[in-house]
């Protein structure tokens, strides 16, 4: 089954684009530009070798990255939390091609900042049949060169739309990975990488099962 999540981000965009003050749109587009044009959050490339890791599950359970990688390849992807829609699309829609990603022996692994709680909350409201961490304080995301820190005007725009990012992450640093997947290889080499500043920006869960069949 063929996800369309980029055409639904698109969408959503354009709704957004006339629901929403201009001027917080505008520091919204100036932080990720500014993004863009940092150093921060560039993430590892395709060649390089994916950092171990070992995080809990929604369960508290420790999941490990090199011993997931003995079954088969596992694709990796970052999001930002459940706060995010541009995230729970993604989210949604690997979940619509999970038995594509399982039929190539493969493991599908979801990494944000917040909490095992909030993990928990947003494998059970899209019934999630992957595997999803919390990476708390953002330690692997950092390994896998991903964080950024949002900027104070930004911080202020998500705070008055009663979004407190600090509470889902059980810590109050803002900063969070930028969205990025991976396909890591059983050897523990990154197979494939999309890594984007912005965060609406993301590849099409069904061009990762392509990109998985190339690799097997």
Known sequence: MTTHMREEIQ???ENFKKNKPVEAQEKMQNAIDELEASDQ????????KAPNFNLPN???ETVEL???????PVVLTFYRGNWCPYCNMELRAYQQVIGEIHGQNAEL???????????MSIQEKHDLEYIVLSDENNEVANQFNLV???PEYLVDIYKSSGLNVDK???EDTWRLPVS???????????AYDYTKSDYRDRVEPSTVVEELKKIN
Not at 180 to 190: E, K, L, R
């Open 11 to 13: 969408e959503y965009i």
């Open 41 to 48: 959050g560039k993430g590892l490339k395709t060649g390089e």
């Open 58 to 60: 929604a369960t508290g």
């Open 66 to 72: 090199y011993e997931q990688l003995k079954q088969g």
């Open 109 to 119: 692994i979801a990494i944000s900042p917040q909490t095992p709680d909030q993990s």
């Open 148 to 150: 950024y820190q949002l």
């Open 168 to 170: 889902y992450n059980g």
């Open 180 to 190: 990025a997947t991976y396909i890591i290889g059983t050897d523990g080499t990154i």
